[in-house]
């Protein structure tokens, strides 16, 4: 949109001042405060920010009706706060996050066979056996570690690439341009130009692994990407890079941090490690829990298609609309007590928007879901607690909610 416009209500809360697209905002635990006071003053608001004005939707119920209405609120005119104008244009109807309708539909079908319930479980005998072993290391060290570089981080790393068949040899090496191009702690030009250049060498890379993948097919993302037809036509080139970067991205950038989320909660809250570690068959409803309390998805946005009433706010064709999921997933009205991590939450222990919602609901949903069961199984008969050991560095970013550093002991298990 060009230009200041006005709405009512206005956002107010947390007093004057507040960029809610500012990345260094969400550093400390004080969005938390101001989301709270939002959802009781003004649960959507329109608010006035450096990327552009926008309506902010702090509560459950208008961010389930933003969610869920894909033709009213459209992801090809962008999906986060502070994109990439000219990245979005080009990739929007190609890319899975901005993608709407038949061309998502299109999209997701082709990915969506490597992340049923059978493809995820055949996943899991190797995800366990190198845990098992990092875990043993680790416990053995017996000092302090960072649970998000030296545990959780790993852990959609080993899936993720060996998915898209990249050789274990360049693993470190995608780990870490995925890290670069989508780290929104730098907004100068300096900090764009070193995103623009880590997607770029993505794109190469999955380029030139595209080419082989043609002639040489395996048992991989890639190659399915690369040989899918839907209604007898292929993907093109470009939609197959663009889609492997989303891939990367969401795979290894949102699990860490519900991984690592789910280590500060035992921390803080120690009697639920004691519970799970009493009754295991509370671990479903413990993952649900862990998705809802942190929310590794910071918000989504969407563009309206027409004008629409969201509660108070009326909202006009072309009003960017932004739903913190964090938010959403601490809304008193469906959680009672919302700040405290409750592994039993009855009614609804999993109507959280933890994978978002709608038909951009997270494709792989049911991976990270095993991830942090193995997780889980692993660690109950190994730790006896986990304890806080230094710093907790929140991540500077507006759009992934977690952690750059979290440091930890584990006592292990008498047995």
């Not at 300096?190 to 623009?196: K, N, Q, S, Y």
């Amino acid at each position: 949109m060009n230009g200041r416009v006005t709405r009512t209500p206005a956002w107010t809360a947390g007093g004057p001042g507040i960029d809610l697209a500012a990345p260094e905002f969400y550093t400390t635990e004080r969005h938390f405060e101001v989301w709270r006071e939002a959802r009781a003053k003004h649960p959507v608001a329109w608010a006035s920010s450096e990327a552009g004005d926008f309506w902010s939707i702090t509560a459950y119920e208008p961010g389930m009706q933003v969610l869920k209405q894909p033709k009213v609120f459209i992801s090809e005119q962008g999906m986060r706060l502070g994109g990439n104008a000219v990245a979005v244009r080009r990739a929007a109807g190609k890319m899975l996050v901005v993608a709407d309708g038949s061309k998502h539909r299109r999209l997701r079908g082709i990915q969506a066979s490597w992340f049923t319930t059978q493809a995820v479980a055949n996943m899991r005998p190797e995800l366990e056996s190198k845990l098992r072993a990092h875990l043993d290391r680790l416990i053995a060290r017996g000092t302090p570690f960072d649970a998000v570089q030296e545990l959780a981080a790993k852990i959609p790393s080993w899936i993720l690439c060996q998915l898209m068949g990249v050789p274990k040899s360049d693993w470190n090496r995608l780990s870490r341009l995925t890290d670069a191009a989508f780290n929104d702690s730098d907004d100068t030009r300096d900090g764009m130009v070193a995103r623009v250049e880590a997607h770029s060498e993505i794109f190469s890379y999955f380029g030139e692994l595209l080419e082989h993948r043609r002639t040489n097919p395996g048992n991989d993302i890639v190659s399915t990407l690369a040989h899918a037809e839907v209604g007898g036509e292929k993907l093109t080139e470009e939609e197959i890079l663009f889609n492997c970067d989303g891939l990367m991205n969401g795979g290894l950038e949102t699990t860490p941090h519900a991984i690592a989320g789910a280590i500060l909660a035992f921390t803080r809250f120690p009697e639920t490690w004691q519970q799970l570690r009493k009754d295991s068959e509370l671990i479903d409803a413990a993952i649900d829990e862990i998705l809802r309390w942190t929310s590794p998805p910071m918000h989504v946005m969407r563009t309206a298609t027409e004008d629409v009433t969201i509660g108070e706010a009326e909202v006009k064709a072309g009003d960017k609309v932004v739903v913190w999921l964090p938010s959403c997933d601490r809304d008193e009205t469906i959680y009672p007590d919302p700040d405290r991590f409750v592994i039993e939450r009855w009614p609804n222990p999993n109507a959280h928007v933890g994978f978002g919602g709608g038909p951009h609901y997270c494709v792989g949903a049911k991976l990270a879901r095993m991830e942090i069961q193995v997780v889980l199984e692993l660690m109950l008969p190994l730790v006896q607690e986990f304890e806080l050991a230094g710093e907790i560095r929140r991540k500077r970013s507006n759009f992934l909610h977690g952690f750059d550093r979290l440091d930890v002991t584990i006592t292990p298990a008498r047995n």
